[in-house]
């Protein structure tokens, strides 16, 4: 997070104690999770253990019951007897196994030692359990007796569940879990199991402990929520009494450079006034000194580069001076030279003859050395006056269109190469204003010359020239897709002596503001860096 103010500090603070608290928790949460998994496992094995006692339970109640039954000697004649023996003990037997015909034991079938069906009574479920019946004389045994004889009981597992249920009321039913058989061993008690079907339960021991673990857990967490929140309202309070507002004091002293709360409840808060105070006393003073070293400095900057600039114009007037001399003698004799040509030519006195359109090309190279020479000497006008930051009387106020002024610009500026092909030129919605065409013409150069870098440096890009006409003024739009322009530089680019570019020496846009100034316009400019830089021209309405 990054931290600006003291605001984002009292957030940061928040959010750790916030980030603790949570860590604490996730602790708190891990060790009572650690202690519930180990509670959950042994209590699963003490779970498990308390079925298979209550299985054992139902299991000896009712081979008990078995073995009482099997033992007597109704029981025991009633399967060695023959067919008619058997009904005549039939009575007596159903009699003795009444008991067992319980809700528990829906049916029962007995086999003698032929594998033969002697007794079915009840109802045939799915959950059976088959007994070997073993007999050493008349004596039930299992190890050492004669099991030839075969008794199957039906259960009824609903109520077999109630029995269950009767012996352990912690006992329940569980869909979810994991089926538990009745016998795990191959005897029922005293009898042997020859075969079993079903008897599968799904049951569990009913748990309280799990409702107190959440509701420890639920409560620690309150707790801990609970001072965590206290905790930061205090930290909160501390913070803002002894630092958020004394802090924010002197920040708006020194933003608004008054004098500064010396009374401080933390003494090194007070010590930092006292230094600030001093601080800002030398501050004002480096700054007092500093502004007058720029300005001695550019008064002698300036100084410098209007005597160079005013020896570089001489330079460069002597020699204009003379080919502009010699232009007008040349214009002067130029018509006397051809009529004695023709008089000559008529005479038949002429050895080499000059064509038509010889005598044109010299008349125009005449026109155009007379034109350049001009254009020369404005230029060097430009340059003065860019030095002095002042348009002098030379410019004169006329009605322009600003269309002619982009094409009289684009005509005579020195591209380069493939350079004017980068040029986008709308001139739609074209306008007339009150203005200096050379002046125009020049801010029109400068922003070429400076768009033109650009894009070459940006290896990227184009230039697109257009104009809009709003309600209370002309415009006319001058933007390059290369580099742009940075936000920290920006502010700056229209003052004086002020260069990004390699070479510059600041002057040309800080002279395109005060030629549109002169004009009573203005320029602007927007720039994303990396995308495009856009100067917007304003030309006041005619008539306003």
């Not at 081979?63 to 009575?91: Q, V």
């Not at 019946?133 to 007796?145: A, H, M, P, T, V």
């Not at 639920?218 to 507002?245: E, M, P, R, Y």
Request: hydrophobic share 40%.
């Amino acid at each position: 997070m990054q931290i600006n103010d003291l605001g984002d500090v009292t957030k940061a603070i928040n959010k750790s104690i916030t980030a603790s608290f949570f860590v604490i928790l996730l602790l708190s949460m891990a060790i009572l999770n650690g202690v519930y998994y180990l509670y959950q496992h042994n209590r699963k094995q003490m779970m498990l253990q308390k079925i298979d006692a209550t299985f054992l339970l139902f299991s000896a109640r009712l081979s008990e019951k078995l073995s009482i039954i099997a033992s007597s000697n109704t029981f025991i004649d009633f399967l060695r007897s023959g067919e008619i023996s058997r009904s005549i003990l039939l009575p007596q037997f159903l009699f003795e196994t009444h008991d067992l015909m319980s809700k528990a034991v829906a049916g029962m079938k007995l086999f003698n030692s032929g594998k033969q069906m002697i007794f079915s009574g009840g109802v045939e479920t799915n959950d059976m359990l088959a007994l070997d019946i073993c007999y050493l004389n008349k004596r039930l045994d299992s190890y050492s007796g004669d099991c030839t004889h075969r008794w199957e009981l039906y259960l009824n597992k609903k109520e077999v569940l109630k029995e269950l249920e009767k012996i352990n009321p912690e006992l329940m039913t569980c869909a979810s879990c994991v089926g538990q058989p009745m016998l795990k061993e191959s005897y029922f008690g005293n009898f042997p199991v020859s075969r079993m079907s079903g008897l599968d339960f799904n049951l569990a021991i009913k748990d309280s402990g799990t409702r107190l673990f959440l509701f420890i857990n639920i409560f620690i967490a309150i707790i801990l929520l609970t001072l965590t929140i206290l905790n930061i309202k205090k930290i909160k309070k501390i913070f803002k009494v002894n630092l958020f507002i004394p802090i924010s004091e002197i920040t708006a002293g020194i933003r608004d450079k008054v004098t500064l709360p010396k009374e401080n409840t933390i003494k090194e808060l007070s010590y930092l006034v006292s230094q600030i105070e001093g601080w800002k006393a030398q501050l004002i003073e480096l700054e007092e000194a500093k502004a007058r070293e720029q300005v001695k400095e550019q008064e002698e900057k300036i100084k410098v580069m209007q005597s160079v600039g005013a020896s570089i114009a001489h330079e460069l007037r002597t020699p204009l001076r003379s080919i502009m001399s010699g232009v007008s003698g040349i214009e002067k004799f130029l018509p006397i030279l051809l009529k004695s040509y023709d008089e000559a030519k008529k005479a038949g006195s002429i050895t080499e003859i000059i064509g038509p359109h010889q005598i044109e090309l010299l008349r125009r190279v005449l026109t155009n050395l007379k034109s350049e020479g001009l254009s020369a000497n404005i230029v060097i006008d430009m340059f003065l006056m860019k030095i002095r930051g002042a348009i002098t009387d030379l410019s004169t106020i006329r009605l322009l269109s600003i269309a002619d002024c982009v094409n009289n610009a684009l005509k005579r500026y020195a591209f380069q190469d493939v350079e004017r092909d980068l040029v986008d030129y709308d001139g739609a919605n074209n306008f007339q204003f009150k203005g200096d065409a050379i002046l125009v013409v020049h801010i029109l150069f400068n922003l070429l010359k400076n768009a033109l870098y650009y894009v070459a440096s940006a290896s990227k890009g184009k230039i697109y020239i257009r104009f809009e006409n709003k309600e209370k003024e002309n415009r006319m739009y001058f933007k390059d897709t290369g580099k742009g322009i940075t936000k920290e530089v920006l502010p700056n680019i229209f003052n004086k002596f002020y260069s990004q570019t390699e070479g510059g020496v600041g002057i040309g846009l800080s002279f395109c503001k005060m030629a549109m100034e002169w004009m009573g316009g203005d320029i602007t400019c927007q720039s994303v860096e990396g995308e495009y830089t856009e100067f917007i021209l304003h030309f006041p309405k005619l008539g306003e």
